[in-house]
C-alpha cells in the first residue's frame, strides 16, 4: 500500500485531523475570500518595492514597515478618498444622459445610489428624517451603520496586517516550503513559477494604473480649460483616477471610463444650439491616443513583458469579475495562473503517461520557469522578485 494512503488506526486518525484543519481553513478563507485576494494584489503589487528598501536597511520588518507606511497606507487612503468623494456627487456623475448610457451596461439602482449621495451631502436632512420616524428606527440606523463601519475596519485590518506579514515574512516562508518538498521537486517548480508570474503581473498593473490614472487627470482638467462650461468633464480627477483603474483590464483599459463620457458629451453637444461637436472630438483623439494606444503599443510590453499570455490575463480579470463581483479582478489572475502552470507542470505529464517532473511538459516559451531557468527558489522572493524589478526598469 502506500506510504501516503492511511494504513493504520493512528494515520487515519491524523488523516481526519487534517482534512478536518484543510476544510476548516477552506472554509476562512472563503468566508474573507475578497481580503484575502487584494491583500495578495497588494502584496505582488509592492514587493518590489520593498525588496529595494530591504536592500538598504537592516530587518526585514522595517523595511516592511517602511513599505507600508510610505507605499500602501497612502494608495488605500487615495482610493477611500476617491471613492468617498465619488459617493457624495453621484448625483453629478450620474447625470441623466450618463444613466441612459451605462444603464444597458450596468445592473446599479441608480435611484438609491442618488439618494445615498443626498444624505451623505446632507447630513442635516437625514437626522431630521430620523428623528420624524422615531427614537427605535434612529437606533436601528445607527447600528446598523456602526457595523458596517467596523466590518470595514476588521477587514482592512485583516489585509493590511496580510500584506505586512507577507512583506516582513516571506522569505521565511518560502525557504520552509522549500526544505519541507525539496527544492526541485515538481511543487517547488509550480509554485515558483506562479509566485513569479503573479509579482511581474500586479507589479506592472499597479505602475501602469499610476501611469494612466496620472494622465487622465491631467487629459480630462486641461479639457475642461478649453472647453465650454456646458461640455465639461464631471469631476476629472475622480473619473482620472477610475481611468487608472479601468486600465487594469488589458486590451479594454481606460475605454470603460473615457468611452462613455465621451459619448454623454456627443450627447450635450448634439442638442446645444451651436456647433460643439470639436470639443468631444479633440477629447476622444487625445483620449484614445495617450490613455490606450501609446500605452499598450509602448508603455505595457515594457513593464510587463510578455511571460503571460495577453488573452489569458483578459479572461482573468472580465471572468473574474463577472463570477466572483468586485473582487474577482483580484482573484481572477491567482486562478488563471495557477491554473496555466498546473497544465505546464503536471496535466501534461499525466495526460502522456509520464510521471510528474520539475520540467516544463507545455508551453515552454510561455510563462516563466525560474526553477528551471537555474533561479533558485522563484517563491523565495528573491528570483521572482529580481524578475519584476526587471520588469519595472
Do not use: C
Not at 108 to 118: A, P, R
Not at 176 to 205: C, E, I, K, Q
Not at 214 to 243: D, E, Q, R
Amino acid at each position: 500500500m502506500s506510504a501516503v494512503l492511511p494504513s493504520g488506526r493512528a494515520d487515519r486518525a491524523w488523516w481526519a485531523l487534517i482534512l478536518a484543519v484543510a476544510g476548516l481553513s477552506l472554509f476562512v478563507a472563503y468566508s474573507f475570500v475578497g481580503t484575502l485576494a487584494f491583500g495578495l494584489f497588494l502584496y505582488y503589487a509592492v514587493r518590489p518595492i520593498n525588496r529595494r528598501v530591504e536592500s538598504r536597511v537592516d530587518s526585514p520588518g522595517t523595511a516592511a514597515g517602511l513599505t507600508m507606511a510610505v507605499v500602501v497606507v497612502p494608495l488605500l487612503a487615495m482610493i477611500g478618498y476617491v471613492g468617498f468623494i465619488a459617493a457624495s456627487n453621484l448625483d453629478v456623475l450620474l447625470d441623466p444622459g450618463i444613466r441612459d448610457l451605462i444603464e444597458p451596461y450596468v445592473d446599479v439602482q441608480l435611484g438609491q445610489l442618488t439618494d445615498v449621495s443626498e444624505q451623505l451631502r446632507n447630513p442635516r436632512e437625514l437626522l431630521a428624517r430620523l428623528r420624524e420616524n422615531g427614537f427605535a428606527q434612529v437606533i436601528g440606523a445607527a447600528v446598523g451603520v456602526v457595523g458596517m463601519i467596523a466590518n470595514g475596519i476588521v477587514h482592512l485590518f485583516l489585509m493590511l496586517t496580510l500584506v505586512y506579514y507577507l512583506l516582513a515574512d516571506d522569505h521565511r516562508i518560502a525557504a520552509w516550503f522549500r526544505d519541507a518538498v525539496g527544492g526541485r521537486s515538481t511543487a517547488h517548480a509550480y509554485l515558483a513559477a506562479v509566485d513569479t508570474d503573479l509579482a511581474s503581473v500586479y507589479f506592472s498593473n499597479i505602475v501602469f494604473i499610476s501611469l494612466i490614472g496620472v494622465l487622465s487627470v491631467i487629459t480630462y482638467t486641461g479639457y475642461n480649460l478649453f472647453a465650454p462650461a456646458a461640455l465639461h468633464v464631471p469631476l476629472p480627477v475622480v473619473l482620472g483616477v477610475l481611468t487608472g483603474i479601468a486600465s487594469i483590464v488589458p486590451i479594454v483599459v481606460g475605454k470603460l471610463v473615457y468611452v462613455p463620457v465621451v459619448a454623454y458629451l456627443y450627447a450635450t453637444a448634439l442638442a446645444a444650439p451651436d456647433d460643439l461637436l470639436v470639443y468631444p472630438t479633440a477629447l476622444l483623439a487625445v483620449a484614445f491616443l495617450f490613455l490606450d494606444f501609446i500605452p499598450l503599443t509602448f508603455v505595457l510590453p515594457y513593464i510587463a513583458g510578455r511571460n503571460v499570455h495577453r488573452g489569458l490575463m483578459v479572461f482573468a480579470y472580465i471572468g473574474g469579475t463577472l463570477l466572483f463581483g468586485w473582487y474577482g479582478i483580484f482573484l481572477g489572475p491567482i486562478l488563471v495562473i495557477g491554473a496555466f502552470h498546473l497544465v505546464r507542470y503536471v496535466i501534461a505529464d499525466l495526460l502522456r503517461g509520464e510521471g510528474i517532473s520539475p520540467e516544463v511538459s507545455a508551453a515552454p516559451g510561455d510563462g516563466s520557469d525560474p526553477v528551471g531557468a537555474g533561479v533558485d527558489g522563484g517563491s523565495d522572493g528573491e528570483g521572482s522578485a529580481d524578475g519584476a524589478d526587471a520588469a519595472g526598469e
